[in-house]
């Protein structure tokens, strides 16, 4: 099974949107990227009608938000599949963006799309620029919780390098039980919901503990039902079972 982060792979609320998180020019993109029906060249005009639509009716920090979030986004569908250069230009304008709010509006979604932006391009990088740069995603989320304590967003990046970063830094049960405090908020946006989700079952088929997972990935296939990476662990886990059934 590919190994794609989360924090990757790594999107408007069962409970409540956040004005401020997600524009609602961003939410079909968004979907569509998580979703995964559509591969990422056919994402691009998508991508690029968004664009259009964001500088037509925004402007100024709300309009770098809504920049930096689809640069995000398209950098994501590049990076599932492995298209490392191209994705790496997306989550680098991303994180200029989110810099330019960050110099004029200070604010915890400015502070989530710089670690965002930054953790995937950690991801899409070697390891030098890993190393010199991974401790800065976790210091960009704790300054979104600076201004929201309860950003789930925020939570899942800081809990994230404990399940997704490699041995001998991960710790998955410490991992799996940050996650796990962040479930049941109200404030969880979809990607929230997925993102938090698939990282526990990941965690938890990692450890082979694959009925644990079950219900986590099944929980993570109701928000995006054709997630191709929760799939393959619901695969992994089915594979598992049938093994065991022989």
Partial sequence: MRRICLIPFLLAATVGLHAERVSERLIP??????????????????YTRTVASAREGLSGTALNLALSRAEFLMGKALLF?????????????????AELVLAEEPGAEGWVLRGENLAHLIQASNWTFAMANGLDVEKFARRALEHDPRNAA????????????PRPFNNF????????????????DRDDLFNVRS??????????EFEQARPWVRLALEVYPSNRFAAELMSAIEADRGGRGR
């Fill in 29 to 46: 993109f968004r979907d569509a990227v998580y979703e995964q029906k559509l591969n990422a060249d056919e994402l691009k005009p998508l």
């Fill in 81 to 97: 599949e492995e298209r490392n250069p191209e994705a790496r230009s997306h989550f680098t304008e991303g994180l200029r963006l």
């Fill in 154 to 165: 925020a939570r899942y990046l800081i809990a994230a390098r404990w399940v997704f970063a």
């Fill in 173 to 188: 049960k410490r991992g799996i039980q940050m996650m796990e405090e962040i479930v049941g908020q109200d404030n969880m």
């Fill in 199 to 208: 990282a526990v079952g990941w965690a938890l088929v990692q450890q082979r």
